[in-house]
């Protein structure tokens, strides 16, 4: 009766569909096997380098003189969507990829170092969420433009951040996430998934969101913020409505926004809308120059209404 080699590793495992026959290592993630290259795992990730180099311990498994890697803890498609990376450039270049492969490859990224997969997906994050007004406001709509979007989208995206210490892309992914949801009440009930689950927020983060939609809606009305023109301003000198209308249109502003509050703290002042067409253009001006004003300052805070360091501290974990 002849017993399987000591070596030969049990077969209650699934071969996935990443089995090349002239592979050198074999990866196991739960009870899937992936056969792939030493060296395109060396060529992106200081972890599998070092691995390689090192001698292989006796009595290590192996399959067709493969060497077998159990990933222990790693969820299959995660390590799916990591060699899907690898081996195909096209699929890591799409515009918007989902969101489950960008979380694969943050999560095995930083635990194994595929450093230049890690920062790609980091970068798709940030562009969505960006650290400056500039881009903020240079963002195509809708959002996210980098991830493929669906509902509830918004608030899986603060939980990935969150989970794995992206920072700088919170202050930004918390605003989207209040201009989406304008009620407390909708940003505690989250979002019902296509499959019927549920996207929501930790109570951490809810508590951060929430405590700092009160801040911004009590700062955007002072006289440094987006909107305190309402409350503060004045038409100047150079003003050439004689009937009044600039400081009428003013106090109409402030009467339509009391009777809806609304989070206007990045929103810019927009001369040709309806509601600002019997300033003139003087005032106009100067409106313009404050909303702008404020818009800079409240971007500035941004991370602090939600209760973060500021922005130049603001740092991901590697
Ligand atoms: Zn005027």
Redesign the pocket.
């Known amino acids: 009766m002849s017993s399987p080699s000591a070596t030969e590793k049990k077969t209650s495992t699934t071969r996935s569909t990443m089995w090349h026959s002239d592979g050198s290592v074999i990866l196991q993630a739960q009870d899937t096997q992936f056969r792939v290259h030493w060296s395109i795992l060396a060529l992106n990730s200081t972890f599998f380098r070092d691995l390689q180099g090192l001698p292989q311990p006796p009595g290590q498994p192996t399959i067709d003189g493969c060497p077998v890697i159990d990933l222990a803890g790693d969820d299959v498609t995660d390590v799916e969507y990591l060699l899907k990376a690898l081996y195909s450039p096209p699929f890591l270049c799409q515009k918007a990829l989902p969101l489950a492969v960008i979380a694969a490859h943050i999560r095995l990224g930083r635990k194994y170092d595929f450093r230049e997969v890690l920062d790609l997906a980091v970068e798709r994050l940030s562009f969505d969420n960006p650290t400056t007004l500039a881009e903020y406001d240079a963002l195509p709509a809708p959002y996210p433009t980098r991830i493929l979007p669906y509902d509830g989208i918004e608030f899986d995206i603060i939980t990935l951040a969150r989970e794995n210490a992206i920072m700088s892309v919170l202050p930004c992914a918390y605003y989207h996430l209040l201009i989406l949801h304008k009620t407390v009440d909708k940003l505690f009930e989250g979002v019902q998934r296509s499959d019927g689950s549920r996207a929501s927020l930790s109570l951490n983060a809810l508590r951060e969101c929430v405590s700092g939609r009160d801040k911004l809606m009590h700062a955007q009305l002072d006289q440094q913020g987006s909107c305190g023109w309402y409350r503060f301003w004045a038409?100047g000198s150079d003003?050439?409505?004689s009937n009044g209308r600039?400081a009428q249109t003013r106090d109409a502003r402030l009467r339509a926004y009391l009777d809806s509050p609304a989070l206007r703290a990045l929103a810019g002042f927009d001369p040709q809308h309806e509601a600002n067409k019997q300033?003139?253009s003087?005032?106009k001006h100067h409106i313009s120059q404050s909303n702008a004003d404020g818009r800079r300052k409240t971007w500035d805070r941004l991370p602090a209404f939600f209760g973060l360091p500021p922005w130049g501290e603001l740092k991901d974990q590697p």
């Open positions: 038409p003003c050439t409505n600039c300033v003139c003087a005032c």
